[in-house]
């Protein structure tokens, strides 16, 4: 197996069909809804909050609220009375039962619900996938996070309608150096790794820098990506809003950082300042210019062009081109 990361690939272009970018489709389906984009922000504390994700509905992109310090069903009853789709996360503990049993009896329901646990290839995620779908039958379940065509594989059998792959490759995520695990550094060929196996939806999950790692996802089989800095930072962001030098910064640290925990156990992530980038409906303006850019260099005219176009692998002993169509 062929292993790289974003930073040691490059796409090789075709030939432009269009007489500009903005003809180039750049919206993606998941879960019966289109979307103007195949990003979405992190369910983490220090990147969406709830007028976020409110704006996030309201204007055709794709969310998941986090569960931290969140009365999740009084959250899916706001959105509801708002008019908004429903996406929540979950984790796998008897309260996280007893959410689902609630978001049920309520009526309220959701239209997504994310396993969200650090290591999604588990027993327990399979026991919580047969209780969502027992309960909300409609919810299309989005489960990981993994990093192995053996845990896409089994996640789908279980009933995952979607799986998330990536163990540790975020900025903020120190998993590799705690436990010696994860896909930290190859994170996209571990992406390409898993899609060969999947037969539904993936979404890659960390490890993104750059708005052209998010076309190098698409061609690796990515239906979606979840991306975590370069969504914090904004001014909107619910980080922490930090001085230094002069210069205003904003807090962001990992779901698996004792800053979110509130306690140093079982700790894999830290803490950083992501400098301030403005608006964040300028940064999705800007991703989305070079999401179209990126089609109309696939020689395509919608997002799933990208998938049909040549890759190089820069430096090595693998360096060359690949055509692997």
């Not at 990147?47 to 794709?62: H, K, M, Q, R, S």
């Not at 792959?165 to 571990?190: D, E, M």
């Not at 939806?201 to 996802?217: L, M, N, V």
């Not at 850019?293 to 430096?315: E, F, H, M, P, Q």
Request: one cysteine or more; a neutral charge.
């Amino acid at each position: 197996m062929e292993i790289f990361d974003y930073d040691n690939v490059l796409l090789l272009p075709r030939k432009c069909r269009v007489e500009s970018r903005s003809e180039c489709d750049a919206s993606a389906e998941l879960g019966g809804r289109r979307f103007k984009l195949p990003v979405v922000p992190a369910n983490m504390k220090t990147v969406v909050d709830e007028p976020i994700t409110e704006w996030l509905a309201a204007n055709g992109y794709f969310y998941v609220m986090h569960r931290f310090d969140l009365d999740t069903v009084a959250y899916a009853t706001r959105m509801r009375s708002k008019g908004h789709y429903v996406s929540i996360s979950s984790g796998v503990k008897a309260e996280d039962y007893a959410i689902i049993d609630r978001l049920a009896e309520s009526g309220v329901g959701a239209d997504y619900i994310t396993i969200d646990i650090a290591h999604g290839h588990a027993d327990s995620v399979r026991k919580m996938i047969e209780h969502i779908k027992s309960k909300l039958p409609e919810s299309f379940v989005i489960a990981g996070n993994v990093g192995t065509p053996e845990a896409v594989i089994d996640l789908e059998t279980w009933g995952a309608d979607a799986t998330k792959v990536g163990i540790g490759p975020g900025k903020v995520c120190i998993t590799r150096l705690k436990t010696g695990f994860g896909t930290g550094g190859w994170q996209l060929s571990a992406l390409k790794w898993c899609a060969r196996v999947a037969t539904k939806p993936i979404i890659a999950d960390g490890g993104i820098r750059d708005h052209g790692d998010i076309a190098k996802s698409v061609r690796f089989g990515a239906a979606m990506v979840m991306i975590g800095s370069l969504f914090a930072g904004h001014e909107e962001s619910p980080g922490r809003t930090v001085e230094v030098d002069g210069k205003l910064f904003k807090e962001y640290y990992g779901s698996a950082s004792d800053f979110n925990k509130g306690e140093y156990k079982h700790v894999e992530g830290k803490r950083i300042l992501e400098p301030i980038k403005g608006r964040l409906e300028d940064t999705l303006r800007e991703m989305r210019e070079d999401v179209q850019s990126s089609i109309s260099y696939s020689g395509g005219t919608r997002l799933a062009d990208i998938r049909k176009v040549n890759y190089v692998i820069l430096g090595g002993d693998n360096a060359g081109e690949h055509l692997l169509m």
